[in-house]
């Protein structure tokens, strides 16, 4: 599989929700055959303000967390695939969501990997280390602050890197 890159601004527009909180539950199992890994969310806030603060939000995305014993000798494989988000209990994370699938109702991050930022000491990164992840963006309204973002390479500013998103999903001025 080859991921497309995408930019914050495209990230942005194809999300559904961006919720910044804390991973507080995952597990796996099967849907009507379909393998898949649901995820909790304790909500500290959504960019695009459609979640309430201090909720939760859990969704179920394709893929176990690792193979599982069917009990009859053999073993099923269809783990998360490659470039997908991987979840861990206790981590503090900003997930760009993008909508359900119409069929299955899996979901994932926008950008698969690219849309799900780790936070550590108040600096967030994605899988990539934020590669590329403000190409071809039209910065001229930036701050200086959002512009230093650009010119420092790996981890951002959380603060900053929220309100930079808040701006681009249009809640924030």
Do not use: C
Not at 14 to 29: C, L, M, P, R, W
Not at 74 to 86: D, N, S
């Amino acid at each position: 599989m080859k991921l497309k890159k995408q930019n914050l601004q495209e990230l942005t527009v194809a999300s559904q929700n961006i919720i910044a909180g804390e991973v507080i539950k995952v597990t796996d199992g099967f849907d009507n055959k379909r393998p898949y890994t649901e995820v909790t969310i304790a909500v500290n806030s959504d960019a695009k303000g459609k979640l309430q603060d201090d909720s939760t939000y859990t969704f179920r995305q394709f893929g176990l967390i690792k193979p599982r014993p069917l009990g009859n000798g053999k073993v099923y494989l269809g783990v998360t695939p490659e470039g997908f988000a991987k979840w861990h209990e206790g981590e503090t994370v900003i997930a760009f969501m993008y909508k359900p699938a119409s069929i299955t109702g899996f979901q994932t991050t926008a950008g698969m990997a690219q849309g799900k930022f780790v936070i550590t000491n108040g600096k967030a990164v994605n899988q990539f280390a934020n590669s590329g992840l403000f190409e071809d963006m039209d910065t001229s309204k930036f701050t200086d602050e959002e512009r230093n973002l650009i010119t420092t390479p790996g981890a951002l500013d959380v603060d900053t890197f929220m309100g930079l998103v808040g701006r681009l999903a249009g809640v924030q001025q």
